[in-house]
């Protein structure tokens, strides 16, 4: 069976304590093979290391702090997360998730820049792929990415649901876009933008427990809906399911 890997999944969040080994069982049945996990804020750590200690051949940790957590002391909080990092580097699989959310809080949008600006030379520093969160701010997080835009720079923008051309910038900084369940929604509009990009340029990604495919809209999203992104991809771009699995897994691979 061809494999998947979810590029982003939060399945260390309270949602899923009830069934957490059936909700495994399931990714697995289906070939989804690694599951990489963005962090949110201090909180959440506990949890996700947990989870990453009970499935460690499964489970992958990330190290970051998502927009919508950044506040005041985003600088104490960050200095903490590096000195995590710092004491067992080997765990961690990259920094995020991070980035820009100008929906739901435009209270710190200048804190949120520094915040994410200093991730992205976490990301340098360490070597770790770069996993953004971008929501109605593509293009001021473009922007900083160009600002530090090298060969030591690489990574992923989650939930990609930007234009054509903005695709094409992230494409030209060597990143990936995300493609979730949202390419399965009616009215996503992510098949007009796709349809002009090629597979290397994509990778998979739940984002459970949020944003679930279709025919599961609505409900708690998980890894083994990935099956779903993939036939949809496999429709879009006219390529069998095989091959967007085997693709998207290779650009995950390189991406980790």
């Known amino acids: 069976m061809p494999i998947m890997i979810d590029t982003h999944a939060h399945i260390y969040l309270p949602e899923f304590e009830a069934d957490l080994e059936a909700i495994m069982h399931r990714a697995l049945q289906e070939g989804v093979q690694k599951i990489y996990l963005p962090n949110i804020d201090t909180a959440s750590i506990p949890s996700m290391l947990a989870l990453t200690q009970q499935y460690p051949e499964i489970c992958k940790p990330m190290m970051g702090l998502h927009p919508c957590s950044v506040q005041d002391d985003w600088s104490t909080v960050l200095d903490d997360m590096e000195a995590l990092i710092e004491k067992n580097r080997p765990l961690y699989s990259g920094i995020g998730e991070c980035g820009l959310d100008y929906y739901w809080d435009k209270s710190h949008i200048a804190e949120q820049k520094a915040a994410f600006e200093r991730q ?11 996993i953004i969160h971008s929501r109605d701010a593509m293009d001021d997080c473009l922007a900083l990415v160009e600002k530090h835009r090298g060969d030591d720079l690489r990574g992923i923008f989650h939930c990609f649901s930007g234009t054509r051309e903005q695709l094409d910038k992230v494409i030209s900084l060597h990143f990936k876009a995300g493609i979730g369940g949202v390419v399965t929604f009616k009215n996503g509009g992510l098949d007009k933008v796709l349809q002009y990009t090629d597979l290397p340029h994509l990778v998979l990604e739940t984002d459970a427990p949020y944003l679930a495919p279709v025919p599961f809209r609505g409900k708690r999203n998980e890894p083994a809906y990935l099956r779903y992104v993939v036939d949809k991809l496999s429709e879009l771009l006219q390529c069998g399911s095989a091959e967007v699995m085997q693709v998207t897994t290779d650009n995950a691979r390189q991406v980790f």
């Open 120 to 130: 992205i030379l976490l990301a340098k520093k360490y070597q770790l792929p770069l």
